[in-house]
């Protein structure tokens, strides 16, 4: 780029005058100049480092301020998995917190975005954000239970706060036209890198990202010390719940934009989509999470009525494939199948839904508060009660008994109202055209793919999963609102 030219100089007094760019070239010059005269390379590459996260901060920032941040939403999900990993400070118990930097340029986005790039939000989805905010106003009196003030407005604001607010930009603001394949492409790539970091821990035995609070689960067999134990994978989430569940989001996520891409694809993008497919099925797989496969199974099964022909006996040989990767996973790893199918894990479970549905009864209404169920379930003897000598994990390992316990009826009511409310809402997408249709089938089995896991695991406490969860539910809903999607998206 030339930054001086004949008009740049003034010809009576022969001084060079510099326009916007040559100012900038010369601020540029001289901070790389006084880099090298300050410390050489080093302290051109930390410069150089300053400079480009100083530049990206304010690009989001212009973004931001123009109201438009689908490019910034686009970043995000390329980024999804690892920026918590990376992007966080300090890593454990973030105050910058990857989530909380989007949200906050999605915010000023929606503040100073112009009339003509938001939407009117749906009567039905307004039913749904009330009822939710009436369980977010509940989970307040958490502060008073005596739990830790901080821990309890972490969990609230990070875990049900954020996710909330990015549905609302999606359904609000994001444009689907021109994205589309940027967000596919996204996608396959983040299940790729999330796929084979799994296959390298349960290789290396070892949580290449680990957190500080997070835990390593093996399946070994005692009675064999040289039988090869077999690390469930978390991938660069915290918790291997969060990756499994959220390779499954993305596999049927992939699903649907395929649906609305397909027809304007290359060989390349169907090569990339075929890979990007495959790796979230691996990345849902890996953890060995019984209620994935069976959620696979059932998704297959509704998919059967839904479809016909060919394709119908592709779903076939998908629940055949799903189950043959079970039997195999169970002949080539025994320390698994024997963890998976052993009567004390199944009765732990059992005694932990007995314990959970005890504190409820004794906390019925308020519950016992956020973050307060372990210290209770420990603090009496009557809690502890085993089952067929398997102890409680004291641990609900529940979203609706985690809720209910520690909300009581005046957060679970509000909370499952809201659920409901969003499942008719998506059904009557159904009788709306062809993309409700889509939208609908798709929410079904995305809904699925959090919930089936969710009623053994208290997978709803990890924010990233949520994040990841409205996320895909407010595209579906994007589509399925208009009656010709790629037109409404584009005049927003």
């Keep these: 780029m030339t930054y001086l030219s004949s008009s740049d100089v003034n010809e009576e007094s022969g001084q060079i005058i510099l326009r916007p760019q040559g100012y900038a070239a010369a601020i540029v010059l001289a901070l790389v100049a006084a880099a090298l005269l300050a410390g050489g390379w080093k302290s051109l590459a930390g410069f150089t480092a300053v400079a480009l996260a100083t530049a990206l901060i304010a690009w989001l920032g212009y973004c931001a301020v123009k109201g438009n941040c689908d490019k910034i939403l686009i970043g995000w999900v390329f980024l999804y998995p690892l920026g918590y990993y990376l992007l966080s400070y300090p890593r454990d118990r973030p105050v910058i917190q990857f989530d909380r930097m989007l949200i906050l340029f999605i915010i000023m986005g929606m503040l100073t975005a112009p009339k003509f790039r938001t939407r009117e939000v749906q009567a039905d989805l307004k039913r749904v954000a009330i009822a ?54 996204a996608i396959c790539v983040i299940s790729v890198y999330c796929a084979v970091i799994g296959v390298l821990e349960v290789a290396t035995q070892t949580d290449l990202l680990a957190f500080q609070s997070s835990e390593d689960y093996l399946l070994n067999d005692p009675s064999d010390p040289t039988a090869f134990i077999f690390l469930r994978p978390n991938g660069p989430f915290m918790a291997n719940n969060t990756y499994a569940i959220a390779g499954l989001i993305s596999f049927f996520l992939l ?144 979203n609706l008994g985690w809720l209910t316990a520690e909300t009581g009826l005046v957060g679970i009511i509000p909370f499952l109202l809201s659920q409901v409310l969003l499942v008719a809402a998506f059904r009557r997408l159904a009788k709306r055209g062809a993309h409700g249709h889509s939208a609908w089938r798709f929410f079904v089995f995305i809904f699925l793919s959090y919930w089936i896991t969710g009623m053994s695991e208290t997978a709803a406490e990890y924010g990233e999963l949520n994040m990841w969860f409205v996320f895909a539910v407010a595209l579906l809903y994007l589509y399925g609102t208009s009656e010709n999607p790629q037109r409404a998206l584009a005049d927003a």
């Excluded at 963890?339 to 932990?352: L, P």
């Design 255 to 398: 699903g649907f934009l395929w649906t609305v891409i397909r027809d304007n694809s290359g060989p390349v993008r169907r090569v990339l989509h075929l890979i990007g497919m495959t790796a979230a099925l691996i990345q849902a797989m890996l953890p060995v999470f019984r209620s994935i496969f069976i959620t696979l199974v059932i998704a297959a099964i509704i998919d059967l009525f839904w479809t016909a022909g060919f394709r119908r006996m592709l779903r076939l040989a998908f629940v055949g494939l799903v189950l043959t990767s079970a039997i195999i996973i169970g002949i080539m790893f025994p320390s698994v199948s024997q963890d998976r199918t052993s009567a004390a894990n199944i009765y732990g479970r059992f005694a932990q839904d007995r314990q959970t549905w005890r504190i409820f009864i004794d906390n019925p209404v308020f519950g016992v508060g956020l973050y307060n169920f372990t210290p209770v379930a420990k603090s009496e003897s009557r809690y502890q009660a085993d089952l067929d000598n398997a102890p409680p994990l004291n641990y609900p390992h529940n």
């Design 132 to 185: 939710f905010g009436l369980f977010l106003a509940v989970t307040g009196l958490s502060f008073f239970t005596g739990a830790k003030t901080v821990t309890v407005g972490r969990l609230i604001v990070d875990t049900l706060l954020l996710p909330a607010i990015l549905g609302l930009y999606i359904v609000r603001q994001f444009r689907l036209e021109g994205n589309e394949k940027w967000l596919h492409a």
